[in-house]
């Protein structure tokens, strides 16, 4: 076993027990891990399994098959900033809506507001 795969199977399990941890304390929704999970699971998979790590590496023309790990984690780390910036404009465009729906709502409560000033101080009038 060389030090390389050691390295990828023993940063799988810390990251799998951080996720896992994360996912405890609800600091991580399951609908996000469920990417990293899933990353991790297929990094742990070719570090243990060399024989299949080395084939498919080979099938994709890379010299070195440990590198391959990296450049699945690369991978992964890409559909996972993919996937998050597509929530964060998701997001961004409910804040907008919910920041101009508000405005609308203040104005009309500014204008009842102004509404029944004129009213109270029209009442007040008449009864002195």
């Keep these: 076993m060389q030090a390389i795969q050691v390295v990828a199977i023993a ?4 990251l799998l027990i ?3 941890e994360l996912i405890r304390r609800g600091m ?3 609908r996000y891990a469920l990417l990293w999970l899933f990353s991790v699971v297929v990094i742990f998979v070719l ?4 024989k299949l790590l080395d084939k498919v590496a ?5 010299a070195y098959p440990p590198s391959l790990l990296f450049l699945v984690a690369f991978l992964f780390l890409l559909l996972i900033i993919l996937h998050f ?20 709502l203040k104005a009309q409560l500014d204008e009842v507001a ?3 000033g004129e009213r109270e101080g029209g009442e007040d009038r008449r009864n002195t």
């Design 47 to 50: 570090a243990i399994w060399r």
């Design 18 to 20: 951080t996720i896992v």
């Design 85 to 104: 910036s597509v929530v964060i404009s998701n997001l961004s465009e409910r804040n907008k809506t919910l920041a101009q729906n508000l405005a609308l």
């Design 58 to 62: 080979l099938w994709l023309g890379i």
């Design 114 to 116: 102004a509404g029944s």
């Design 11 to 14: 940063g799988s399990i810390a």
């Design 28 to 30: 991580l929704k399951e």
